[in-house]
């Protein structure tokens, strides 16, 4: 493991030509502390964890210091916001450190987001307060431990420093690691303002850094497209499974790796409603929970569109249709595993959305019920109460409960096999809203982020039954309907 003078700089990116980034350092913020610092992240840079404990910690990861090696830059790009093109986004209010190579030879960019502002950050203040960084903090490493592909959080540093939102709050800062935070609107900038020289320096960078397979193909555009479509393929039908909304879904906010990426008003869903919104901002729904999907598919045109200049439009027409097949069965196997189903076809549709439709009408808490449908009763046949107890209508759900004791007389196993590994695919934990907002407001008590760390621990291993924890699992209580967040989350 090492310390933080050890860390091994490779910057790749800031190689690049200036036209794809713009050097400068992060602003200092005042009296640093450290928030929460995470362990397992520490472990992909070889850092040894001990090195938190340092007094200058805090100083390296909110800005006011350089790390031997970095060359902070903000990275430029443009994006589809709400479906209109805005000419120039780039990081407003993040700057990229550089890209440390570990001894397995993976690079990971190191990201301060929160660090002040930058040419890019259109009059705005460059911050980030501690809210939402305690929000992108727990839910990067929830999802890491649902095995959804997204970055990484190492650690939150605080200042006291006065930030202005909806109202006064508090700076800070959270370090994000990725392997890159290369996104579709990347590509857009280029594209839109006829730099099209550009686009194959960026396509080429990104294929011979994470797709080197590709190298040597005649086609590696087209190839190059085709990984993107079937990564995020892939993430929207992980999203949809575990009951997940983005709530942003901007092609700025869409990672070209197919990573959870940008966090802000992100929830996951209580009871069932594939109209969920979780973002107070989407006023007109566009990226509610049931259409996360479609948005996927349509921020790919939009890359597709970028990408004419150096790929033949028939191929980029192919590579957008493989978009819909490879949805649809990466969401069947995942929806056929959470039924405890080890092979799934078609056929497995109906008794899935009929599920889903009663889970709806009879608003039913999503994780809690396919966590406790592992405990179905094949000897009982649909008479299985306590399942039964969490529907209102209770005759649709022993309908369906009958179809499903079919199914799964051709399973292998006992009850007890399928109950285990149901289990490993069905969390029984996850960033609930008035979890993340009970330790925020416990953040805001005298600096106390024990919450923080505690979520963390729970969060890292949703799957196990963590019977202390068990309350963490609990539905949301009355007062958590009034929860809102926003795109200033």
Known sequence: MRKLEQLVFDNTFARLPEAFHSRLCPSPLPAPYLVSFNSAAAALLDLDPAQATRADFAGYFIGNRLLPGAEPLAMLYSGHQFGHYVPQLGDGRAILLGEIKNSAGEHWDVQLKGAGPTPFSRNSDGRAVLRSSIREYLCSEAMHGLGIPTTRAL?????????????????????????????????????????????????????????????????????????????????????????????????????????????GPFGFMDAYDPGYVCNHSDYHGRYAYRQQPQIGHWNLSC????????????????????????????????????????????????????????????????????????????????????????????????????????????????????????????????????????????????????????????????????PEMGSYAAPPPDWAQHIEVSCSS
């Open 155 to 263: 650690c939150i540093i605080g200042s006291d420093e006065e930030v202005f939102r909806e109202s006064i709050e508090t700076a800070a800062v959270i370090t994000r690691l990725s392997p890159s935070h290369v996104r579709f609107g990347s590509f857009e900038v280029f594209y839109y303002n006829d730099q099209h020289d550009s686009l194959p320096v960026l396509a080429d960078y990104v294929i011979a850094k994470h797709f080197p397979h590709l190298s040597n193909a005649p086609d590696k555009y087209v190839l190059f497209l085709n990984e993107v479509v079937t990564r995020t393929a892939q993430l929207m039908a992980h999203w949809q499974a575990v009951g997940f909304s983005h709530g942003v879904m901007n092609t700025d906010n869409m990672s070209i790796l197919g990573l959870t990426f940008d966090y």
């Open 303 to 466: 890359l597709a569109q970028a990408l004419l200049p150096i790929l033949p439009v028939e191929a980029a027409k192919a590579s957008l249709e493989s978009f819909v097949p490879a949805y649809t069965e990466h969401y069947r196997q995942l929806m056929g595993r959470k039924l405890g189903l080890t092979q799934t076809s078609a056929e497995d549709m109906p008794l899935i959305n009929t599920l889903l439709e009663i889970m709806h009408a009879g608003h039913v808490d999503y994780t809690n019920l396919f966590r406790s449908l592992s405990r179905f009763n094949t000897a009982a046949g649909e008479k299985n109460a306590l399942l039964r107890d969490q529907f209102t209508d209770r005759a649709a759900f022993d309908a369906w409960a009958r179809n499903y004791h079919a199914r799964l007389q051709r399973e292998p196993g006992t009850d007890a096999v399928r109950e285990a590994r149901m289990n490993k695919v069905n969390p029984k934990y996850i960033l609930r809203n008035y979890l993340a907002q009970n330790a925020i407001a416990q953040a805001g008590r005298g600096h106390d982020f024990s919450e923080v760390d505690r979520l963390l621990t729970i969060l890292q291993h949703p799957f196990d039954e963590q």
